[in-house]
């Protein structure tokens, strides 16, 4: 695992779009495994504003994302859907059709999953995208999820609901359950980029770089992955 310690949440969205950069810019026709969450905002900015200013080109992009709430439609406002298109998508010129992510009103949870596991299968992503959850999670994979894992729902931990409850006006309001690529499939990336930030990420930070590679802590998979790059501020890299 490459490590790079940044000053602030600024450098780490620079240095963040540096990598995604070089992959998006070296390969037009490249896949994309892409990561909601406030952690992104910052390199999705940077995307656009290299779009607007030098016309990079995503028309033959394609994207896929982690994971999406279940029971939101793609039009809810709090739904991972209509985040990536109103913070990425609407101000790219990438193509709608070349978008994926989960169908969070799916009736047939395990005929959605198999939709899901097949897509990724024929599009293997040329980067992976991650944010870290302050228990070690990546994507929806709570602790103990098994390495070996594939798109999967998943009942949401109290800490990640928490975590997320600041995006809704009310944690009641925040769904219990998620669609998840999984594991497995976040490894198949050729390779992975990581963000952390924040004082708050700094014990799984530790734990996902130096600790045991263990399935209570998701993320520490990451250490056998052949091409990963983490990117940490300052403080999320205090303990390190």
């Given at each position: 695992m490459e490590i790079f310690i940044t000053k602030d949440y600024e450098d780490l969205s620079a240095k963040a779009f540096e990598v995604m950069g070089r992959v998006v810019i070296s390969n037009p026709y490249a896949v994309l495994g892409l990561a909601t969450g406030t952690t992104p905002l910052g390199l999705y900015s940077k995307?656009?504003?290299?779009?607007?200013?030098?016309?990079?080109?995503?028309?033959?992009?394609r994207a896929a994302n982690l994971d999406e709430y279940k029971g939101l439609p793609?039009?809810?406002?709090?739904?991972?859907?209509?985040?990536?298109?109103?913070?990425?998508?609407?101000?790219?010129?990438?193509?709608?059709?070349?978008?994926?992510?989960?169908?969070?009103?799916?009736?047939?949870?395990?005929?959605?999953?198999?939709?899901?596991?097949?897509?990724?299968?024929?599009?293997?992503?040329?980067?992976?995208?991650?944010?870290?959850?302050?228990?070690g999670h990546i994507a929806f994979n709570e602790p103990y999820t098994p390495f070996g894992s594939e798109t999967h729902v998943v009942d949401l931990t109290e800490n990640t609901i928490k975590d997320n409850a600041r995006l809704f006006s009310d944690i009641s309001e925040v769904p219990k359950k998620a669609f998840t690529m999984g594991i497995k499939q976040i490894m198949q990336a050729k390779q992975i980029l990581i963000l952390a930030?924040?004082?708050?990420?700094?014990?799984?930070?530790?734990?996902?770089?130096?600790?045991?590679?263990?399935?209570?802590?998701?993320?520490?998979?990451?250490?056998?992955?052949?091409?990963?790059?983490?990117?940490a501020d300052k403080e999320a890299a205090s303990k390190l």
């Open positions: 995307m656009i504003e290299d779009y607007k200013a030098h016309g990079t080109s995503y028309a033959h992009i793609k039009d809810h406002p709090q739904s991972y859907a209509y985040f990536m298109r109103e913070n990425l998508f609407r101000h790219l010129d990438i193509e709608e059709g070349n978008t994926n992510i989960e169908n969070g009103t799916a009736q047939d949870e395990q005929a959605e999953c198999a939709r899901y596991n097949k897509l990724l299968a024929e599009m293997p992503r040329d980067i992976q995208l991650l944010g870290l959850g302050s228990n930030s924040g004082k708050n990420k700094a014990e799984a930070v530790y734990n996902m770089a130096h600790g045991k590679v263990t399935e209570e802590v998701p993320a520490s998979v990451l250490q056998l992955h052949p091409n990963c790059i983490l990117i």
